[in-house]
């Protein structure tokens, strides 16, 4: 059973606009969620997280959006450059502090110049 | 220089042989983890480790074996290599075990190939 879901395994942006990556989840009680980037040959780098009690979280060009109603999340990356290609994976901590996280499949962006 | 590295980057074996991936870091931190990325799986978590001489299973931990005898090091044996183990290997550190507020660092990754 997959707590994690990434249903788009790759898109294409064009450089310049904005790029979206979904992610959405089963369990409520998820505590934080944290989105993780990867370019080919190297391991995943952390990118920017939200708590389950925020809705939004910012950091220069990345945005992340919570909607706990919906138990959806996305990343939004604006504008889009071509050093944004790479997989996104989403990640979801666990309630009570000892399980590790939970990723999902991944989303591969390209950034088209 | 502080970090996280796995050795080696690549290896090839063959079927039955034991395998065994080194990880190492230098921030003392806590928590070390094993995973394996497959092209349509994302990463699968294997095993990780609290602390020294504290493991447990993850997801998919068969033929898998750890050991944490010291906090820097957490290395992953294959003790009989299988077709399937052909895969991707991350280890991972991190100073709380979700990774929650304090992300996990990843190494570059061993690319295993089972022939």
């Known amino acids: 059973d997959q707590q994690v879901k990434q249903n788009s395994p790759s898109l294409s942006v064009q450089e310049g606009r904005i790029s979206i990556l979904n992610c959405d989840y089963t369990?409520?009680?998820?505590?934080?969620f944290l989105w993780y980037k990867k370019y080919p040959a190297e391991g995943p780098t952390f990118l920017i997280s939200?708590?389950?009690?925020?809705d939004k979280n910012e950091d220069g060009r990345f945005t992340v959006f919570l909607n706990k109603s919906a138990k959806h999340l996305s990343l939004h990356i604006v504008p889009s450059q071509p050093g944004d290609s790479a997989v996104y994976f989403c990640?979801?901590?666990?309630?009570?502090?000892?399980?590790?996280?939970?990723f999902g499949k991944g989303t591969r962006l390209s950034v088209i110049a | 220089d502080a970090g996280i590295t796995q050795s080696p980057r690549y290896k090839i074996t063959e079927t039955g042989r034991q395998v065994t991936l080194m990880c190492h870091q230098t921030?003392?931190?806590?928590?070390m983890f094993w995973y394996r990325q497959d092209l349509g799986h994302g990463l699968r978590l294997i095993y990780y480790?609290?602390?020294?001489?504290?493991?447990d299973k993850g997801e998919v931990p068969d033929g898998y074996v750890v050991s944490r005898s010291k906090t820097e090091n957490f290395p992953l044996t294959l003790e009989s290599a299988t077709r399937s183990q052909t895969s991707v290997y991350f280890c991972?550190?991190?100073?709380?075990?979700?990774?929650?507020?304090?992300?996990?660092?990843f190494g570059n990754g061993t690319r295993l190939t089972v022939t």
């Open positions: 991972a550190s991190s100073e709380s075990s979700t990774g929650g507020n304090s992300p996990l660092h």
């Open positions: 369990n409520s009680m998820f505590d934080y």
């Open positions: 939200i708590s389950s009690i925020k």
């Open positions: 990640a979801a901590v666990p309630p009570g502090g000892n399980t590790p996280l939970v």
């Open positions: 921030w003392s931190h806590s928590y």
């Open positions: 480790s609290a602390a020294a001489d504290i493991t």
